[in-house]
């Protein structure tokens, strides 16, 4: 019994370990997104080009509608937008990531 204890207790100390953890933090992102993003993407907008600007639709006609691809685009940059890498932590682009998805779910309405 005493093995199989041991077995389970490592499995999930494996589990629990092998997963990145989501810290993600709305608040954060909002402030974050303020600082970095706001001044191109104001209520969701997009100054560089209006079509591809951070509403719902857009997000989903470019295949950004996931917390993962906001990450990938706001880490590594795409076009006229920045790679934020290296200026912001893993954590800090997940929140913004997180909130930019749930106001474009709410229609950059507060």
């Known amino acids: 019994m005493s093995v199989l204890m041991a077995c389970l207790a490592s499995l999930t100390a494996i589990a629990l ?3 990145s ?3 993600a933090d709305i608040e954060q992102g909002a402030a ?6 706001a001044s191109c993407h104001a ?3 997009n100054l560089v080009k209006a079509e591809k600007n951070l509403k719902l639709a857009s997000l989903e006609k470019y295949g950004m509608n996931s917390v993962e691809a906001i990450i990938a685009q706001v880490t590594n940059g795409k076009n ?3 790679a934020f890498r290296g200026r912001l932590k ?5 929140s913004v990531a997180e ?3 749930a106001q474009a779910q709410k229609d950059w309405k507060k």
């Not at 893993?90 to 997940?94: F, N, R, S, T, V």
């Open 17 to 19: 370990f092998s997963q």
């Open 90 to 94: 893993p954590a800090q682009i997940e």
């Open 43 to 45: 209520g969701g907008r």
């Open 80 to 82: 006229a937008m920045p």
């Open 99 to 101: 909130y930019v998805l």
């Open 21 to 23: 953890p989501a810290f």
């Open 32 to 37: 974050i997104f303020k600082t970095n993003c």
